[in-house]
T-cell receptor, first 114, second 108 residues
Framework: NAGVMQNPRHLVRRRGQEARLRCSPM?????VYWYRQLPEEGLKFMVY????????ESGMPKERFSAEFPKEGPSILRIQQVVRGDSAAYFC????????????FGNGTRLTVT | RKEVEQDPGPFNVPEGATVAFNCTYS??????FFWYRQDCRKEPKLLMS???SGNEDGRFTAQLNRASQYISLLIRDSKLSDSATYLC?????????FGKGTRLSVIA
């Protein structure tokens, strides 16, 4: 039973490029969450999605960031025109039910912007 | 007041010691509570859920005090492998809010 799969594990982008982070939830999980963790900081909620719907994007910056979870395929977190401050670990998590359920995390994508 | 607050530590304890962490939360409507463990540069992993009546899993005991809005984690007979950052997690206005964590180092 595969867990939450994220790729790539490491991603290096130059300032101004686009970063695309992918997440496949655990089998049977239809709820996907994205969190960001800066070095020596806690996890910050970004966005919560179900298939084809964004449920809560209150933690996501209004510009340059977008997320989707299409009917088929993985969830994608897209960061356009990356800046150095976007360098962080981005964790995806999934759950079988909605809010208040424990989350199962993928091993993260570490984005470095040079 | 932050939604979830934890003492960052570090807590440095010898093997075999008992150590306890507390965590306070601000949203009195919170319904779900968890402890996660995060090793350096790894993903958070669920350690245990926290129930109103308190619950135990081996050497780990979690308790919830709704009146004072805090949860606790007690680790007995600490092992070297318990060294990690322990994250307090609370349901809030957004999907699960994570504390910054308490760092534990168990020393031989």
């Amino acid at each position: 039973n595969a867990g939450v799969m994220q790729n790539p594990r490491h991603l290096v982008r130059r300032r101004g490029q686009e970063a695309r982070l992918r997440c496949s939830p655990m089998k049977g999980h239809s709820h996907v969450y994205w969190y960001r963790q800066l070095p020596e900081e806690g996890l910050k909620f970004m966005v919560y999605l179900q298939k084809e719907n964004i449920i809560d994007e209150s933690g996501m910056p209004k510009e340059r960031f977008s997320a989707e979870f299409p009917k088929e395929g993985p969830s994608i977190l897209r960061i356009q025109q990356v800046v150095r401050g976007d360098s962080a670990a981005y964790f995806c998590a999934s759950s079988p039910q909605g809010e208040n359920s424990p989350l199962h995390f993928g091993n993260g994508t570490r984005l470095t912007v040079t | 007041r932050k939604e979830v607050e934890q003492d960052p530590g570090p807590f440095n304890v010898p093997e075999g010691a008992t150590v306890a962490f507390n965590c306070t939360y601000s949203n009195s409507a919170s319904q779900s509570f968890f402890w996660y463990r995060q090793d350096c540069r790894k993903e958070p992993k669920l350690l245990m859920s926290v129930y109103s009546s308190g619950n135990e899993d081996g050497r780990f005991t979690a308790q919830l005090n709704r009146a004072s809005q805090y949860i606790s984690l007690l680790i007995r007979d600490s092992k070297l492998s318990d060294s990690a950052t322990y994250l307090c997690v609370v349901s809030g206005n957004t999907p699960l809010v994570f504390g910054k964590g308490t760092r534990l180092s168990v020393i031989a």
